[in-house]
């Protein structure tokens, strides 16, 4: 006990000490990858814009040496409360229309926002769609584990008005707060069908699969994406690119729609 | 010894394995061919060292402020104490992502105190390293205070009262006799502190964003990654549970090593 | 160097209104029931609680007064407290216990050392200097507590029940002990205790606390003598009643009458050794006088003799012989009867 208790301080120093250093080094780290006096762009953008955008900073910082691109990946309603309160952002990228209007309603958008990507739902099965399904008519059976979002999640109120427009219901048996978690209960196995949207489909390839929704049927989520004020004048660039050719490209190997 | 009895030996058994299933299905799951992979990417260095950084600093500013206030709710009779006993204790009840909020109406910008933080000094939260310290020491502050109250009401009040009587002014007593009385609750209190600011999620990615290199720490990769592909996150989150286990193992041998 | 205090003090339900005199080389032990405020008292008087009203002078200097406003916190009373289980710190060694008081008042570490180690080989455990309170036997623990209490070179020592801690088998030696460091120190000298054989051993004058308030006071011979309260009786171990002297009997205010040799008018307190007490199994002949039936209520052995608690029209205690319980066969819940003689019964005034 007693050498013990000695060693209590020289412990605490050496935690403190850890911290310091890995801070030091971090800072270095930080400083070697700002490269000259470059324009940073910080976009806020919905998670299940992640690899996509992912996909066009890499292309737009090569163009543009410049610029480096900084994201902030989180849902949409925490990102317009964090914009809100009055986090600085240049860009923010929402999947869904109300949340931009928030952002709007409290003077941060820089002129008009702009759609531009949209998804489509689709009954996302297992690889190799073991239970044979084919339509929204066949999540009706009971046997199924049927994984859905909460309708306070917006691919959850879709896909309850999807279900409505076909007149099926269905019992689910879980619903999820967000639209990625369907998403990973079908990869471990945990539900055998769910409603995703498309993009969530591609981006978990070769584990899952999707069933097209008709389009009579289908909802089409909107995404806007915006400047916002005070913004980096690099800002633009960004946003310009994500409603580009080049962009719409990307969006479009990411599983998305492009108006 | 005599033999313990077997209920109790089976339920503990029952416990143990509550806890190490899981952990052992994590690393059943885990793809360990793309492990060195995934540790050296740019991105789970940085959520590395933010994290250590910020749950050792967390950890430390829990002390420094959670030990004077264990000190006034143990020894300091006054009312409205177990108002405040209740307020220490709420960041324990509340949604860590409705603490989030609170402190972003509190701290951010625009927020009740974040205004004057930064006209007067400058000093914004959001997107900071500072900002993620801020959110974990709101969750785990808690753990330190409450663990270092019970201690010193535990403490027989005649260790003060006889330092008192042999000439010792209040704040040696403090120094002298009540601190290195409670030393080992208080090294408790701060790694059950610097645990929970490790596994800290909800607050910090509301209140601090989720940057990467900035204030994206290990869960916030963990779920950034999950948004990308299951196998990353499982990867990130082994990596999480090693350094915990290690880090936790080392203390408690150190610190209470008759345990 | 003297004591002074009029201490009017609460602590929980307890009110203290007791007033202690003392003066330097005396020892005055305070004995009472459990709750009675000695421990409190000592509490007060090291400023660890407020006085309500009163004033504590030590030496001519006024270390409380609310009326006056004034109050020293205990760390700038020149006071040395020895707490019960002695409250040695736990995470400093035998040697840094001493020493804290004289750091506390500023000593450089060396000299404070230097002194500490001076009074452990004064009182004989030097070679313990190095190691830590918990592995002391109880009879070391309370010599470190008071050499911790008494480096800082007090003017007035507080006990409280220094033997308490102790088994029987140590006692008396540690009590001898305590006796003579007791006879080195010249201050003024406060033991509390609830052992009646303590009392009488370490007291020049004993204060008695009976709910807050001092019931009697007195050398330990004058309170033998004439215990003024049934708590006192029995610390002594006399039976005591209280009545109305008649000039030759006492009307007992718990009812009956007794019979004695000598009774002022008035108001008075009856003591009778429990040696005095006859048992009978019949009704005894011869003298007819104080003699009355009862029911044995107890019986408890004690040092070669067995005090017999009898509950009738006047409730006493007997003390017999072993033999005698056998004679007899004194059984409890039997009735027995009881003779007293006149002349062995003591009658003062209350």
């Not at chain 1, 899952?208 to 995404?223: F, Q, R």
């Not at chain 3, 610390?235 to 006492?250: E, Q, S, Y």
């Amino acid at each position: 006990m007693a050498p013990a208790r000695r060693s209590l301080g020289r412990d605490a120093a050496a935690l403190l000490g850890l911290a310091v250093a890995l801070s030091a080094c971090g800072g270095e780290g930080g400083g070697g990858g700002g490269q000259s006096e470059a324009s940073r762009v910080t976009v806020f953008a919905a998670s299940s814009l992640t690899q996509a955008f992912e996909a066009m900073a890499e292309e737009l910082e090569e163009d543009s040496p410049g610029t480096s691109i900084r994201f902030n990946f989180g849902s949409s309603s925490d990102l317009a409360t964090q914009l809100e309160q009055g986090a600085r952002a240049d860009v923010y990228a929402s999947a869904d229309e109300a949340n931009m209007i928030r952002v709007m309603d409290a003077d941060l958008v820089e002129g008009e926002p702009s759609v531009f990507v949209k998804n489509k739902l689709e009954i996302i099965v297992s690889a190799g769609n073991p239970e044979g399904i084919r339509s929204l008519e066949d999540l009706e059976n009971s046997e199924l584990v049927l994984s859905l979002c909460n309708e306070e999640c917006p691919a959850g109120k879709y896909a309850a008005e999807a279900l409505d427009k076909a007149g099926v219901n269905v019992e689910p048996d879980s619903l999820e707060t967000e639209v990625k978690a369907v998403v990973t209960r079908l990869q471990v196995g945990e539900a055998d069908a769910g409603i995703v949207y498309a993009s969530d489909v591609a981006s978990a390839e070769g584990e899952v699969e999707g069933v097209p929704i008709p389009a009579a049927d289908n909802v089409i989520a909107t995404y806007p994406i915006a400047q916002l004020t005070d913004a980096e004048s690099a800002a633009g660039e960004f946003v310009d690119f994500a409603l580009s050719k080049r962009g719409r490209a990307i969006l479009e190997e990411h599983g998305f729609l492009v108006p | 010894m005599r033999r313990p009895p077997r209920a109790l030996v089976l339920l503990a058994a029952l416990a143990a394995s509550f806890f190490a299933v899981p952990l052992a299905a994590l690393a059943w799951r885990a793809p360990w061919a793309s492990l060195p992979e995934v540790l050296t990417t740019e991105v789970v260095g940085s959520a590395l060292r933010i994290s250590l950084v910020s749950s050792l600093a967390a950890s430390a500013l829990s002390a420094f402020l959670g030990l004077p206030l264990a000190w006034v709710l143990a020894r300091v009779p006054f009312p409205g104490r177990s108002v405040l006993r209740a307020l220490v204790t709420l960041p324990l009840v509340l949604p860590p992502v409705v603490g989030g909020v609170a402190l972003l109406l509190a701290l951010g910008r625009l927020g009740l105190v974040g205004r004057a933080l930064e006209s007067f000094f400058g000093v914004t939260l959001f997107g900071t390293l500072p900002g993620v310290i801020v959110a974990e020491t709101f969750v785990a502050m808690p753990f330190l205070v409450l663990t270092v109250e019970g201690a010193l009401k535990g403490l027989d009040p005649r260790y003060e009262d006889a330092a008192a009587t042999l000439g010792a002014s209040r704040g040696l007593v403090f120094w002298k006799i009540t601190l290195p009385l409670a030393a080992p609750s208080v090294a408790a209190g701060a790694v059950l502190a610097w645990a929970r600011a490790l596994g800290e999620f909800g607050a910090t990615i509301t209140f601090a964003g989720n940057l990467p290199g900035e204030t994206q720490t290990m869960p916030i990769a963990v779920y950034t990654a999950l948004l990308r592909d299951v196998d990353a996150a499982i990867v990130l989150s082994l990596v999480l549970v090693a350094v915990s286990l290690l880090v936790l193992v080392t203390l408690r041998e150190r610190w209470a090593p008759q345990a | 160097m003297s004591l002074e205090a009029r201490v009017r003090a609460r602590a929980g339900s307890l009110a203290l209104d007791a007033d202690v005199r003392a003066a330097a080389g005396e020892t005055v032990v305070l004995v009472g029931p459990n709750g009675a405020g000695k421990t409190t008292l000592l509490r007060v008087l090291a400023g660890l609680l407020p006085l309500s009203a009163g004033r504590v002078t030590l030496d001519g200097e006024v270390l409380e007064d609310p009326a006056a406003r004034r109050r020293l916190p205990p760390e700038r009373r020149s006071i040395g407290f020895v707490f019960q289980d002695y409250v040695l710190f736990p995470h400093l060694s035998v040697l840094d216990n001493v020493a804290f008081g004289l750091r506390a008042r500023g000593c450089s570490k060396d000299q404070a050392r230097a002194e500490a180690q001076e009074w452990l080989e004064r009182m004989g455990i030097a070679s313990y200097a190095s190691e830590r309170p918990r592995v002391l036997s109880g009879g070391q623990a309370q010599k470190v507590a008071l050499a911790r209490a008494l480096a800082t070179r007090p003017r007035l020592l507080l006990l409280d029940e220094p033997l308490a801690a102790l088994d029987a088998g140590a006692r008396a030696e540690v009590r001898r002990e305590l006796k003579a460091s007791l006879g080195r120190f010249d201050g003024v000298r406060l033991v509390v205790t609830h052992d009646p054989v303590e009392a009488m051993a370490l007291a020049d004058r004993v204060l008695v606390l009976e709910d807050g308030k001092v019931a009697q006071e007195g050398t330990p011979s004058e309170l033998s003598a004439h215990p003024r309260s049934s708590y006192i009786a029995e610390l002594v171990g006399l039976n005591l009643w209280r009545g109305r002297g008649l000039g030759d009997r006492v009307r007992l205010d718990s009812g009956g009458e007794m019979l004695v040799s000598h009774a002022p008018v008035g108001e008075v307190y009856a003591a009778l050794h429990p040696r005095a007490v006859s048992l009978y199994r019949r009704p005894a002949e011869g003298s007819p006088r104080n003699v009355w039936s009862g029911r044995i209520a107890g019986l408890e052995g004690e040092g070669g003799r067995v005090r017999v608690r009898v509950e009738g029209s006047i409730p006493v205690v007997a003390e017999v012989t072993p033999a005698a319980v056998a004679e007899l066969s004194l059984i409890e819940g039997e009735e027995i009867w009881v003779s007293i003689k006149a002349t062995e019964v003591s009658v003062y005034p209350a």
